[in-house]
């Protein structure tokens, strides 16, 4: 059974279809047709059992010729009139069977028809399917019928057998049984038939969409799509759709990752040139022996440590844009946004000792990662700081989930905003100064992930406005208290 089992699901879809539709077919046609067969011959044995009560009620009347049967049981019957078609006779006590003379013949005593005898104050007779002598099926009953004995003259019992002959009822059971086998045969092959038509019309998108998987899989082309109904909305339509979302979102993010690898390496390559080419004179100094005076020496060293914290910068900043959505959503938590601005504000006022920033800070939590939000802030105040000029104003401003820092640098080109949220972006005016430009990058990523907006643009006066927008509430919501 399991090696059954096992080999049926190795079958192709559409021919388990066909074989389990043609099996329900025919478990239905079987059931149908069995039914149908019981309830004709049902209605046959009826009509049968009818024919012998009618029979019964004028037999028992006729005593003559039963009072001869049991006179003499020896006496060979009489042809049979063309017009009769039952089997009559007189059962005796000891179970001998009493032809009368108009009977086809003598049918086979059973059991139940002493019991009759036995029973015959009852008055209850028996209704049974028998065997005439010459070998023909019959429907026999059998009441009990007082008699008086032609030896002693006593009373007692005796049974009387009307029988018809089933021939014709077993006949028509056959033809209907055929009748039914051969229909049923039929509508088993045809619902086969059907089963795999309609697997494989309905089965067709499954192939196409298993040749666009098996494109993509051998040669690696994400832009591959499957044509899909507008008004189409079953389950393969859904399924298909699926798969050109998820095919597009996969050669979006592989654009994405090469576009990050190759602007990464633009990027890397400035610092890395730089950082070899102090490394080489450095090493150069050694080898020939001339001393590189200190001086030089010192700002070499200055400048290599320089190149290397910017590489430290850019190598973090990249593993920040590489997390997965998966890794931030389980470090998401309640986040007091007025303690993480408070602590961003420290690290700021230490990168700009020479810079007045001056803060209002309102409560406000809201979800998102610790972590990440606190070094989104921190990115807005260090653009702030860098571009500040020295012993300028930083204006930090939190209020119902608004946070706004405003410098009074020079202010971004209105030419530029578009831009300033792409990744390695850096406005010309600003490629002199340190940074990777992933910094606002990072912020934007962070910020909508928390289900907010940053918004950056030119301040009145002067300057550059950042505006960032979470949503939360002025008060932590409840604790739910943990089930034990």
């Not at 060293?301 to 890794?327: F, H, M, N, P, Y």
């Not at 530029?416 to 005016?429: I, K």
Request: aromatic share 4%.
């Amino acid at each position: 059974m399991n090696k059954l089992v096992r080999r049926f699901r190795t079958l192709p879809i559409r021919a388990r279809l066909s074989m389990l539709v043609a099996a329900a077919v025919a478990f239905a046609v079987a059931a149908v047709s069995v039914t149908c067969w019981f309830i004709v011959q049902g209605k046959l044995y009826e009509q049968v059992n009818e024919d012998l009560e009618q029979a019964a009620r004028m037999k028992p009347g006729n005593w003559v010729q039963m009072q001869n049967a049991l006179i003499d049981c020896t006496k060979t019957p009489q042809t049979p009139r063309p017009f009769r078609n039952l089997y009559t006779q007189v059962v005796t006590s000891e179970g001998t069977a009493c032809v009368t003379d108009d009977s086809l013949g003598a049918i086979k005593v059973t059991q139940a028809d002493k019991e009759v005898i036995k029973n015959g104050a009852s008055k209850r007779g028996v209704v049974r399917n028998g065997t005439a002598d010459d070998g023909t099926p019959v429907r026999v009953m059998t009441i009990p019928q007082p008699a008086q004995d032609p030896a002693t003259g006593e009373q007692s019992y005796v049974a009387i057998s009307i029988a018809v002959s089933l021939a014709g009822t077993k006949s028509t059971l056959n033809d209907l049984a055929l009748i039914l086998l051969l229909v049923s045969g039929v509508g088993v092959l045809g619902a086969g038939a059907a089963g795999l038509a309609v697997a494989r019309a309905g089965l067709r998108p499954v192939d196409k969409l298993t040749e666009a998987v098996e494109h993509v899989a051998r040669t690696d082309d994400l832009n591959t799509r499957i044509p899909v109904e507008d008004d189409s909305d079953d389950e393969i339509a859904r399924l298909s759709r699926s798969f050109n979302s998820m095919t597009a979102s996969l050669a979006s993010s592989r654009e994405l990752q090469q576009q990050l690898i190759a602007d990464a390496g633009h990027e890397l390559r400035t610092p890395l040139t730089s950082l070899r080419t102090n490394i080489e004179l450095l090493t150069r100094s050694e080898e020939t022996g001339r001393p590189i005076p200190a001086a030089d020496r010192k700002a070499l060293l200055a400048s290599v440590k320089a190149q290397v914290t910017e590489l430290a910068s850019l190598i973090g900043d990249l593993q920040e844009l590489s997390r997965s959505e998966g890794q931030r959503g389980e470090r998401v938590q309640v986040v007091d946004l007025e303690d993480t601005v408070e602590a961003a504000l420290r690290r700021a006022r230490l990168r700009g000792p020479e810079l007045t920033i001056t803060a209002h800070l309102e409560p406000w939590f809201t979800r998102a990662e610790p972590a990440a939000l606190e070094r989104a802030v921190v990115n807005i105040l260090d653009n702030a700081v860098k571009f500040s000029p020295e012993g300028g104003t930083i204006d930090v401003q939190l209020s119902r989930g608004v946070l706004t820092v405003r410098d009074h640098g020079p202010g971004i080109p209105e030419d530029e905003l578009p831009y300033v949220f792409d990744r390695f972006w850096r406005s010309p005016s600003a490629r002199a100064l340190p940074g990777s430009g992933l910094g606002l990058s990072i912020v934007a990523r962070t910020v909508e992930q928390a289900g907010g907006r940053v918004e950056l643009a030119r301040a009145g006066g002067g300057g550059t406005v950042a505006t960032v927008r979470l949503p939360g509430a002025p008060m932590p919501p409840p604790e739910v208290p943990e089930t034990p």
